[in-house]
């Protein structure tokens, strides 16, 4: 219960930090590179975290990867992903991010699985877990493969929607506030 709550804190921390970095990264950065180095780099970290996670044998070391791991995962999930399909296609963004999410509960609903198998099927436990964290690090090496693929076999896919800026979104969202304020108040 204390590691779900924590796994929510983590990413609620992580979203706040995506607002705040997202709008600094964005007037200095091409669209496109700018929410690249977010997926990106939480990839590339992530990967980087279960391969050093492999290797290490002290227990202080282990834990910390894991609530590093913990970050990652709420700054994949926390507001680059989400803003990402939002801007590319704003009429189907639930949609795909409803693809996206499938997917993320499939592999949630296997993990657990998958990770008895391979810790509980051989008498050392130890190897287990080594497979086990090798196999995520695959995974974010296939997820980055799939993103790098994307963006070079469909380059035209990946323009933000014409109607859109973060500024633009933030103000026109304030004024439906103010309107749905003001419309509360009238009788």
């Known amino acids: 219960s204390s590691g779900i709550n924590a796994e929510y804190g983590v990413g ?13 990264m964005d007037k200095r950065l091409h669209w496109v590179t700018c929410r690249s180095c977010f997926m990106y780099g939480v990839l590339i970290a992530r990967a980087v975290l ?5 290797y290490t044998d002290h227990l202080y070391v282990t834990i910390t990867l894991q609530c590093l791991l913990m970050v990652t995962l709420g700054a994949t999930f926390g507001g680059s992903i989400i803003t990402t ?70 380059p ?12 633009e979104e933030s103000v026109k969202m304030s004024y439906v506030v103010e309107n749905q304020m003001a419309s509360d108040k009238d009788p």
């Open 12 to 24: 609620a921390l992580t979203s706040v930090v995506f607002k705040w970095l997202l709008p600094l």
């Open 50 to 54: 279960y391969i050093v996670l492999v």
């Open 85 to 154: 399909t939002y801007e590319l296609d704003p009429l189907n963004s639930a949609f795909i991010l409803g693809i996206y999410n499938s997917f993320g509960q499939v592999a949630a609903f296997c993990a657990p699985l998958l990770r008895v198998l391979l810790t509980s099927a051989t008498e050392d436990v130890i190897r287990g877990w080594h497979d086990f964290f090798s196999l995520n690090a695959m995974y974010c090496v296939v997820a980055i493969s799939a993103l790098s693929l994307n963006m070079l076999v469909k």
């Open 156 to 167: 035209g896919e990946w323009k933000k929607h014409a109607s859109l800026t973060i500024e």
